[in-house]
């Protein structure tokens, strides 16, 4: 599992160096949290979600119990078609798990300052790179899972389901009712294979 978390890293890393010539000029700074409250979903794969886990319980305790409320209503306001802020964001507007974060946060840079009127703007090249790079990240998750980062929390805090991805084995039927009534993608499902990524 190491290996494949350190080739996420490696994804994220040749990401940022294939867009940085498009990125000069972007409007966002840290206290910037536009797309943590009001751009959408924030998706992301069991991989990343796995590594987002290992942070959590790194926490205080204090801090884990918290988050653990924050995510699960969350949840509950997603489930209700509401929208709600990221569970990491803190109320300075900086984010609790920076340096592990989603690639669905690493990808979005606007190129103006965002607001209700003014969702983010995206260069055109930076997006054609990153489609690619989702692709990508599914594939190297090849037995995982995409979906709402706080769904996929939630399944990894499920012993069975844990139990399951980190042992190697795919078994989608396991989450097939809360798969389909949460739009969770199987990862194989959305990509085309290629040659074995590293166990």
Do not use: W
């Amino acid at each position: 599992m190491q290996t494949r978390i350190d080739a996420l890293e490696k994804i994220y890393q040749a990401f940022a160096l294939a867009t940085a010539p498009y990125r000069s000029g972007t409007a966002c700074e840290t206290g910037c949290a536009f797309c943590c409250t009001d751009a959408g979903r924030i998706d992301c794969t069991t991989l990343e979600g796995l590594r987002i886990r290992g942070r959590m319980c790194k926490m205080p305790r204090p801090r884990q119990l918290g988050l653990k409320k924050a995510l699960k209503r969350d949840m509950q306001k997603r489930e209700s078609g509401l929208p709600s802020p990221c569970p990491f964001l803190m109320k300075n507007n900086a984010c609790m798990i920076y340096p592990v974060r989603p690639f669905a946060c690493r990808r979005i840079t606007s190129l103006h300052r965002c607001a209700h009127d003014r969702p983010p703007l995206i260069s055109r090249q930076v997006m054609a790179i990153a489609e690619k790079v989702i692709a990508d990240l599914q594939r190297l998750d090849d037995k995982g899972y995409s979906g709402h980062l706080s769904f996929i929390l939630h399944m990894l805090d499920t012993p069975r389901f844990l139990a399951t991805y980190q042992a190697g084995d795919f078994k989608p039927e396991e989450i097939m009712a809360f798969g389909k009534t949460h739009r969770i993608v199987i990862n194989r499902m959305v990509v085309t294979p290629s040659a074995s990524p590293p166990t």
